[in-house]
């Protein structure tokens, strides 16, 4: 069973930076790739970053390109989201999700994905 459970949210002033968690369970990591997507109230879910299996391959929404890293430790079976600079419009709930294909491609959509977590609430203040 494979489960996935992000951690790390929170509330912060605009400019202000939190590093997410997503900590797997049910297998082995480290030839998925993995991703992260965010919901804010009212809107549709949105993609914003993903790291591939291949070290060192990662894709970000262009929305928190230059603030957001994406970062994994195989051993550790995690992933992380490291924001910066953060913006009142990225108050959301974050998401982790990790397909059922191994050596797959980055995907965007959320139909690339098979796994979720439960999502962790993001806040940012004006």
């Known amino acids: 069973q494979v489960q996935l459970v992000e951690s790390g949210g929170g509330l912060v002033q605009a400019g202000g930076s939190l590093r997410l968690s997503c900590a797997a369970s049910?297998?082995?990591?480290?030839?998925?790739?993995m991703g992260w997507f965010r919901q804010a109230p009212g809107k549709e879910r949105e993609f914003v970053a993903a790291?591939?299996?291949?070290?060192?391959?990662?894709l970000y929404a262009n929305s928190v390109k230059g603030r957001f890293t994406i970062s994994r430790d195989n051993a550790k079976n995690t992933v992380y989201l490291r924001m910066n600079s953060l913006k009142p419009e990225d108050t959301a709930v974050y998401y982790c999700a990790a397909p059922r294909t191994p050596l797959s491609a980055i995907g965007v959509s959320g139909e690339d994905y098979d796994y979720w977590g439960q999502g962790t609430q993001v806040t940012v203040s004006s």
């Open positions: 049910g297998r082995t990591f480290s030839s998925y790739a």
């Open positions: 790291s591939s299996w291949s070290p060192g391959t990662s």
